[in-house]
């Protein structure tokens, strides 16, 4: 695995975990031409019966950057 991989994998292990905790929703999303690397989606109910599908793209990132650790 080259380190660029790792890095990619940490982002969206950490994404995931992160959406898992607060209850939503992260799909990702493979050889996108437009920077995005995920979705995180919600279904939200408003007014208590009108339901409301709300997604937002990210595109992650990850640094293996000594200089971060200091």
């Known amino acids: 695995m080259t380190p660029e991989q790792a890095k990619e994998d940490m982002s969206i292990s950490y994404i995931s975990a992160v959406c898992a905790y607060a209850g939503v929703e992260y799909d990702t999303i ?3 031409g437009d920077s995005t690397d995920g979705l995180i989606k919600k279904l939200i109910t408003i007014d208590g019966t009108r339901k409301f599908a709300a997604q937002m793209r990210v595109q992650l990132k ?3 950057s000594l200089t971060q650790y200091k």
């Open 30 to 32: 493979r050889h996108d």
């Open 62 to 64: 990850c640094t293996s």
